[in-house]
Each structure stands twice: as structure tokens, then as C-alpha cells.
């Protein structure tokens, strides 16, 4: 049997390491789909049930790596589903790669079924994206995107129209397209500023008296190091949520999280710190960062262009963070003044006590809080923690605490809906022996469930727990907080989770009572296989920011008086939780 285009692409895609490939058939890719057949037992094809969530499971699984996440969609409507996803992995920087079908080539442009030019569409999304133009075209292409999507920390696209895909591979090249003069090897540079810009650094960050490090995504790995730092110049930590993971959260030196749905803590640290290291980061909210003139800022990032993004940088330091933070660490000089770490540290208590008090309360409807505190007391050293967008995000940034090895993630820039179950799909496959759970919102699950019944076909043991209010919340919460409008639109037609996990072959648990909190979620924690654990919460539990500002309690107040439904019961629970402890 003839080698076709498909199968130099397939071979390709194995001399770059891939062995994991999500997707859909269909009859754009048939040629494409035929390979991967063929090599089956080299290549792991995931059938998924929608082409979105087949690009959130290969971004999933690249952030979880760091490998490169691989997607598949046919022509026209199957390319289309896919940017959701790639969005994701394009703001979020993480290499995934997609390969689309097109229709016949010689049919393209004329109105043909599925007539879509998905290397057009994709402009935007990719760092890498082209056409393929025939067989003897396909090796150069296919690894230039594998190349390009990790050096580039972002999407790559390669579309061949379904013609070509069953072509032999022995056609005719043109007299400069010579066989094998590429390679499956992608050097990655040293990251390293140069001896100047350390000192440089260095000298700004000794002068400090109120210094601050902000650690993200990036920063992740080296968690030694920033604690090293943190002592020597006597800084808190503050952690956006993608950098969650990047030290634990009983660590003496963070505050936690920052932003919307950061502490209180965190938030006293930046509004009152003249110095501001940031690592690995480029967390969006230039609202929460120190004023403009209030702090001098050094800032490490592997990307030269984020330097200076969201606050002013007087030095940059452009290189990988855990070998920038090893050559800035002999250049600093130990602070003895305490002071400021101790104070920061007493705000960390009082805030761990407030949340605390929060998530052991027994009131009924039971409070979100409890769920994530009593699923963040089960979980493994080991766990992976996938969630999604929505108030929930909240509860899992709040009472969900990292140690150990654990490794979380989100949609953090795009920050979009559904991502979480297709995530742990992504997670569960890279790392089949670790405890993999998503913490999803009934809301953002809903729209892509079926990928339960993806999880029961490979069997892989995720866990997802759902906070059930019947609503969108963090809709409903912005409406409210931010605009002052009555809620509208809201609210969802209810869902038995639980019967939907049985009826795709998993299992299904409901929580509706904080007194069985602890029992149900201990019993689905070691049950067998794919199970969606069902939590029934309050609705009327607001999300509130670590400091309430006068104008947001303006607001909230002006949307219940204009109308919002359940008025009575939402101004009693924020009166009796959220605003007599921040006003």
C-alpha cells in the first residue's frame, strides 16, 4: 500500500513526540482519520463529542504538560467549533496545534458543501497557519507547526483540503523542496538576562521597604525560589490564578490569590507596597496593581513584549523565570526589617479564619463554600484541579488550597465557560494514575456535558463536582454589584446532574445538606471511574471582591430596589454574610 499525504503527516506529528490526538471524524478528514487508524497503536485518537471541547482537552493537556496538545476537526462546521478553544490556548499561551480538513481543492471558492478557508479564519488565533498544497508539501508544513507552537507557546494550524489527504506521497517535489532537510528538534534559547540587568534589578529591589512579589503562570516550578526570595527581602507573595499552583497556599510568605477573587490580604499588600517584583505574569486587572508612581517595578518574563504591560517596569529581565530568579538571588541583600511580611502575614490569618467561618457554616440552602473547602480537604498530593468560569471560579480560588504536588488551571484571559470537564479529559489522559477533578458551575457544565459520556467510553476515573444554583451567578452578580440592574436572564432550567452521569454509564451523587457534605464527597472520591458529584448551593451567595467598595454596595443596593427577583432573600444573605464583615 502507497504512503499517502496523511500518513507523512501522522509520522510527522510521531517524530515530534505526539501520542495524543482529540477530535471528531468526519468526512473531511477521512483520509487524514485513516492514518491515524493505521498507527493506533502508536497514537491515541480521543473521540470527543463536540469539536470545542476537543481543542479545550489539547490546551488542557498542553498547560498540564507542556507538551503539545493536538486537535482535529473535518471542514467547515468542525474547524469552526474549534476556536473557542484555541483562543483559550492562544491568550493563555499554550501550544496546541490543530488540523483541519478543507473540501475537494479544486472545488474551494465555489460554493461547494462546507466551503469554509479555515487557514483564513484562523489568522488571528495562530502563531503558525497554512495551507498544504500537496503531498510533497506536508513534512515541511506539519513540522514547522509542531515547531512553532512551542517555541511560541501558542496555536498552530495546518489544513489540507480532503482531496490531497489520500494522495500518494511520492509525487512529484519541485527542484528545491529536497526530502529530509528538516529536522524534529526545536532549540530552546537560555533565558537569560544579561549580568547588567540583574544588578540593575538588584539594586532597585534592596532599596525597597514595602517590597511585593507577584507570581504567575509563569513563575510555576519555582516555588523554592520565590519562597528563598521572599525571606530575603521580607515580601508577600500575591498569586493571580494562574500562578495558584505555583507555591502551596500554607506557604508563610503568600497571601493568596489577587483580584476579583483574590483576599483581603493580597489586595492591602499591592495598594500599600512601594516595590513590586512581578514573575511570570500578566494578569489583566490593572485595577488591582499598585497606582501608577506608587511602586518602582522590576518584572521577569519570558515574553519581551509583556514587559511593562499592565504597570510601569524599570527593569526587565526577559528570560525563563526559575533561571532568572536563581542569578537574582546572590545579588540581594537580606532586609532585617520584618515588619511588613509580619503585617501581611496577620492579614493571611484573620483571612483564612473569615473563610473558614464562612466554609463551616450549616446553614440551609447550603453555602458553595462548603463543598470547596470539604473537597479541597480530600484531595491528593497529586491532584489535578480543573475548573471553570463562573462564581464558582470564586469558591475554588478561595477555599480550594494548593499543596503538594497539585497542579490547577483554568481559562484564565479568555476566561470562557465549559472548559473545565474537557480540561480533566485532557488531564486524566496525560496523567492516568493522578486524582484528576474538575470543579465546575452548573451553568458552564451544561454546555458541554456530553463529555461525560466521553470519560465513561476511555474510562477515566474524573470527578467533577458541580455547583448547582440555577443560574448563571456571575452574571447575575455583575448585573447587580457592577451595574446596579435587576438580574435578568439569568436564571436556568434545572438539570439532575447526577441522573446524566447513570445515564451515560458514570456515576451520580447529590450533595443538598452541609451535614452530608464531607460523607458524599469521601464516598465519590473513591468510587470507581467518571462520577459527577451534584452540589445543591445557595443562589443568593454572592461572589463579592475582598474589599466591597462604597460605590459596589450603591449598585447592589440600586438593582434591588429596581426590581431584581428573590430581593428579600438576597439582601438578607448579604446583609447576615458578606456585607457587615468588608463595609
Given amino acids: 500500500m502507497k504512503t499517502t499525504a496523511s500518513d507523512v503527516l501522522v509520522e510527522t506529528l510521531l517524530a515530534w513526540g505526539v501520542d495524543t490526538v482529540f477530535g471528531i471524524p468526519g468526512d473531511g478528514?477521512?483520509?487524514?482519520?485513516?492514518?491515524?487508524?493505521?498507527?493506533?497503536?502508536?497514537?491515541?485518537?480521543?473521540?470527543?463529542?463536540?469539536?470545542?471541547?476537543?481543542?479545550?482537552?489539547?490546551?488542557?493537556?498542553?498547560?498540564?504538560?507542556?507538551?503539545?496538545?493536538?486537535?482535529?476537526?473535518?471542514?467547515?462546521?468542525?474547524?469552526?467549533?474549534?476556536?473557542?478553544?484555541?483562543?483559550?490556548?492562544?491568550?493563555?499561551?499554550?501550544?496546541?496545534?490543530?488540523i483541519t480538513g478543507l473540501?475537494?481543492?479544486?472545488?474551494?471558492?465555489?460554493?461547494?458543501?462546507?466551503?469554509?478557508?479555515?487557514?483564513?479564519?484562523?489568522?488571528?488565533?495562530?502563531?503558525?497557519?497554512?495551507?498544504?498544497?500537496?503531498p510533497a508539501h506536508v513534512e515541511n508544513v506539519v513540522e514547522l507547526a509542531c515547531r512553532a507552537a512551542l517555541a511560541y507557546r501558542g496555536v498552530a494550524h495546518v489544513t489540507m483540503p480532503v482531496d490531497m489527504q489520500e494522495m500518494p506521497a511520492?509525487?512529484?517535489?519541485?527542484?528545491?523542496?529536497?526530502?529530509?532537510?528538516?529536522?524534529?528538534?526545536?532549540?530552546?534559547?537560555?533565558?537569560?538576562?544579561?549580568?547588567?540587568?540583574?544588578?540593575?534589578?538588584?539594586?532597585?529591589?534592596?532599596?525597597?521597604?514595602?517590597?511585593?512579589?507577584?507570581?504567575?503562570?509563569?513563575?510555576?516550578?519555582?516555588?523554592?525560589?520565590?519562597?528563598?526570595?521572599?525571606?530575603?527581602?521580607?515580601?508577600?507573595?500575591?498569586?493571580?490564578?494562574?500562578?495558584?499552583?505555583?507555591?502551596?497556599?500554607?506557604?508563610?510568605?503568600?497571601?493568596?490569590?489577587?483580584?476579583?477573587?483574590?483576599?483581603?490580604p493580597s489586595q492591602d499588600a499591592l495598594e500599600g507596597c512601594d516595590t513590586l517584583l512581578i514573575v511570570g505574569?500578566?494578569?489583566?486587572?490593572?485595577?488591582?496593581?499598585?497606582?501608577?508612581?506608587?511602586?518602582?517595578?522590576?518584572?521577569?518574563?519570558?515574553?519581551?513584549?509583556?514587559?511593562?504591560?499592565?504597570?510601569?517596569?524599570?527593569?526587565?529581565?526577559?528570560?525563563?523565570?526559575?533561571?532568572?530568579?536563581?542569578?537574582?538571588?546572590?545579588?540581594?541583600?537580606?532586609?532585617?526589617?520584618?515588619?511588613?511580611?509580619?503585617?501581611?502575614?496577620?492579614?493571611k490569618a484573620e483571612w483564612d479564619k473569615l473563610m473558614l467561618e464562612r466554609a463551616s457554616r450549616q446553614d440551609m440552602p447550603m453555602k458553595p463554600q462548603v463543598v470547596a473547602h470539604e473537597l479541597g480537604k480530600r484531595l491528593r498530593d497529586d491532584a489535578i484541579i480543573a475548573t471553570d468560569s463562573g462564581t464558582m471560579t470564586t469558591w475554588a480560588a478561595r477555599h480550594i488550597p494548593i499543596r503538594g504536588d497539585q497542579m490547577f488551571s483554568l481559562s484564565g484571559n479568555l476566561a470562557t465557560m465549559a472548559c473545565g470537564l474537557p480540561y480533566a479529559i485532557g488531564a486524566q489522559i496525560a496523567y492516568p494514575d493522578r486524582q484528576v477533578v474538575a470543579f465546575v458551575g452548573d451553568g458552564s457544565l451544561s454546555m458541554l456535558m456530553a463529555e461525560m459520556a466521553t470519560a465513561v467510553k476511555y474510562r477515566l476515573p474524573i470527578k467533577v463536582v458541580v455547583i448547582k444554583n440555577n443560574t448563571l451567578g456571575q452574571i447575575k452578580w455583575e448585573q447587580m454589584v457592577f451595574l446596579g440592574n435587576p438580574e435578568y436572564g439569568c436564571e436556568l432550567q434545572p438539570i439532575d446532574f447526577a441522573a446524566f452521569a447513570r445515564a451515560c454509564g458514570g456515576h451520580g451523587f447529590t450533595i443538598d445538606r452541609p451535614d452530608a457534605c464531607a460523607g458524599t464527597l469521601d464516598?465519590?472520591?473513591?468510587?470507581?471511574?467518571?462520577?459527577?458529584?451534584?452540589?445543591?448551593?445557595?443562589?443568593?451567595?454572592?461572589?463579592?471582591?475582598?474589599?466591597?467598595?462604597?460605590?459596589?454596595?450603591?449598585?447592589?443596593?440600586?438593582?434591588?430596589?429596581?426590581?431584581?427577583?428573590?430581593?428579600?432573600?438576597?439582601?438578607l444573605t448579604v446583609a447576615s454574610d458578606t456585607v457587615r464583615e468588608l463595609v
Fill in 170 to 264: 511520492d509525487m512529484l517535489r519541485s527542484k528545491r523542496n529536497r526530502p529530509h532537510h528538516v529536522s524534529d528538534i526545536w532549540a530552546e534559547s537560555a533565558h537569560i538576562p544579561t549580568d547588567d540587568a540583574v544588578r540593575q534589578a538588584a539594586k532597585l529591589l534592596n532599596q525597597r521597604k514595602k517590597p511585593v512579589i507577584m507570581a504567575g503562570r509563569g513563575a510555576i516550578g519555582a516555588g523554592k525560589e520565590l519562597e528563598e526570595i521572599a525571606e530575603i527581602l521580607g515580601a508577600p507573595i500575591v498569586k493571580p490564578l494562574l500562578g495558584k499552583a505555583c507555591l502551596p497556599d500554607a506557604s508563610p510568605y503568600t497571601t493568596g490569590g489577587v483580584g476579583l477573587l483574590g483576599t483581603r
Fill in 523 to 571: 464516598a465519590a472520591l473513591h468510587t470507581p471511574g467518571p462520577v459527577i458529584i451534584e452540589a445543591v448551593v445557595d443562589p443568593h451567595e454572592p461572589p463579592m471582591p475582598p474589599k466591597a467598595t462604597a460605590k459596589q454596595l450603591a449598585k447592589l443596593a440600586q438593582s434591588l430596589v429596581r426590581g431584581t427577583p428573590n430581593r428579600g432573600k438576597i439582601a
Fill in 281 to 347: 505574569s500578566s494578569f489583566p486587572y490593572i485595577e488591582f496593581y499598585p497606582k501608577p508612581g506608587q511602586a518602582r517595578c522590576v518584572q521577569i518574563d519570558i515574553d519581551p513584549l509583556r514587559i511593562g504591560l499592565r504597570y510601569p517596569a524599570e527593569v526587565g529581565l526577559v528570560g525563563d523565570s526559575l533561571r532568572v530568579l536563581r542569578r537574582l538571588i546572590p545579588h540581594l541583600d537580606r532586609n532585617p526589617d520584618r515588619t511588613w511580611l509580619e503585617k501581611a502575614q496577620q492579614g
Fill in 103 to 134: 473540501q475537494f481543492h479544486d472545488l474551494l471558492n465555489t460554493e461547494t458543501q462546507q466551503d469554509v478557508e479555515l487557514d483564513k479564519l484562523f489568522m488571528d488565533v495562530c502563531k503558525y497557519n497554512n495551507r498544504i498544497m500537496g
Fill in 29 to 98: 478528514i477521512n483520509g487524514i482519520i485513516e492514518a491515524f487508524r493505521k498507527r493506533q497503536d502508536k497514537i491515541r485518537f480521543i473521540q470527543v463529542r463536540h469539536e470545542e471541547a476537543a481543542a479545550f482537552a489539547a490546551c488542557g493537556y498542553a498547560k498540564f504538560t507542556g507538551r503539545l496538545g493536538v486537535c482535529v476537526a473535518t471542514s467547515g462546521p468542525g474547524g469552526i467549533h474549534l476556536l473557542n478553544g484555541l483562543y483559550d490556548a492562544k491568550l493563555d499561551g499554550a501550544p496546541v496545534l490543530a
